[in-house]
């Protein structure tokens, strides 16, 4: 059975990222973390219309990520599906339904002051 090769953190962002477009996720939002934390490089917010689209999201993820590199994914919150974290080790995403990102807001917490989610996004 051949081995497979660890992404760099940066392919791994670009398959979450692609993942989740494939999953009609809404306001993805991609924040650089490095030198900012040790929690990881990247960290990932985005939305689903519905507790079943943001589970089902959180789960064709880690599949994707477990196929792909043979990676396994921490994952917590699926059962109910109005947040769902994903911890790749060096991509932390967030999957939320709309309300529930709204009330939290982690964007404010994690941009720089000045900058607008919309302004972080590739």
């Known amino acids: 059975m051949a081995t497979k090769s660890q992404p760099t953190s940066d392919e791994l962002l670009a398959r979450v990222l692609s993942s989740l ?4 996720a809404e306001d993805v939002v991609q ?22 689209q943001v589970a089902s999201m959180a789960e064709k993820l880690a599949d994707r ?5 043979g990676m396994v994914c921490k994952v ?13 080790g060096d991509i932390i995403v967030h999957l939320f339904r709309p309300e ?13 002051a000045g900058t607008s989610p919309a302004q972080s996004e590739n």
Do not use: C
């Not at 477009?21 to 009609?24: A, E, L, Q, T, V």
């Not at 924040?31 to 900012?36: A, E, N, S, V």
């Open 21 to 24: 477009n494939d999953d009609k």
């Open 31 to 52: 924040i650089d973390l490095r030198g900012k934390t040790a929690i990881g490089d990247h960290m990932v917010i985005a939305s689903g219309r519905s507790t079943r």
């Open 65 to 69: 990520l477990k196929q792909d590199y």
């Open 76 to 88: 917590e919150g699926k059962d109910t599906g109005d947040w769902v974290l994903i911890d790749t």
């Open 100 to 112: 529930v990102r709204e009330f939290y807001q982690l964007e404010k917490m994690w941009l720089p």
